[in-house]
């Protein structure tokens, strides 16, 4: 019985201690994400190469669920200019047969933010991100699928990116 007491009294100091410190897991609350946006830069524009492409519609879903609003370009306060991705695999290892065992994955992206008036705001900035995975040369169908998935969560990553950074901007700026 003591030892029972013990082992939960442990437990529970540990949560109370994470939950003192802060300590959130990834993906859950707004922190950082756009929560402390003040209101006028709530009101944004997208502009794009390309409007319809994964990382434009990570972008918009993203910010749109941190509060943002989409506005017309003459009804926004400020302009997010967003330039393409730019997506690089590179081998990381060989293995004994001299095939790829390793691969490095990254992404890349610029924005820059401007005010209603076109005048910059935030200078154009470059946001990456990396991801290892191993490669297994027999299951090629299997590994085209997971670098697929692997490049989509570096999209959430570079949109979770933008969004910390103008946000950061914006909070420094009032």
Same mark, same amino acid.
């Given at each position: 019985?003591?030892?029972?007491?013990?082992?939960?009294?442990?437990?529970?100091?540990?949560?109370?201690?994470?939950?003192?410190?802060?300590?959130?897991?990834?993906?859950?609350g707004?922190? &950082?994400?756009?929560?402390?946006?003040?209101?006028?830069?709530?009101?944004?524009?997208? !502009?794009?190469?390309?409007?319809?492409?994964?990382?434009?519609?990570?972008?918009?879903?993203?910010?749109?669920?941190?509060?943002?609003?989409?506005?017309?370009?003459?009804?926004?306060?400020?302009v !997010?200019?967003?330039?393409?991705?730019?997506?690089?695999?590179?081998n990381?290892?060989l293995?004994?047969e001299?095939?790829?065992?390793?691969?490095?994955?990254?992404?890349r992206?610029?924005?820059?933010?401007?005010?209603?008036?076109?005048?910059? !705001?935030?200078?154009?900035?470059?946001v990456?991100?990396?991801?290892?995975?191993?490669?297994?040369?027999?299951?090629? !169908?299997?590994?085209?699928?997971e670098?697929?998935?692997?490049r989509?969560?570096?999209?959430?990553?570079?949109?979770?990116?933008?969004?910390?950074?103008i &946000?950061?901007?914006?909070?420094?700026?009032?």
């Open positions: 019985m003591d030892r029972r007491l013990i082992r939960c009294t442990f437990i529970l100091g540990l949560a109370a201690l994470l939950a003192a410190c802060g300590f959130q897991l990834r993906g859950t707004s922190a &950082g994400e756009g929560a402390t946006l003040p209101d006028d830069w709530r009101y944004l524009h997208l !502009v794009t190469a390309n409007p319809n492409s994964e990382f434009s519609r990570e972008i918009r879903s993203r910010f749109a669920a941190n509060g943002i609003h989409w506005m017309e370009r003459d009804e926004a306060n400020y !997010v200019v967003l330039g393409p991705e730019h997506f690089k695999q590179r990381l290892s293995n004994a001299a095939r790829v065992a390793e691969y490095e994955l990254s992404l992206a610029r924005f820059s933010v401007l005010d209603s008036n076109n005048g910059e !705001v935030m200078p154009a900035r470059e990456t991100t990396l991801r290892q995975m191993e490669n297994d040369p027999r299951n090629v !169908v299997g590994k085209a699928e670098v697929r998935i692997l989509s969560e570096m999209r959430a990553d570079l949109a979770r990116q933008i969004m910390r950074r &946000g950061f901007f914006a909070a420094s700026t009032q």
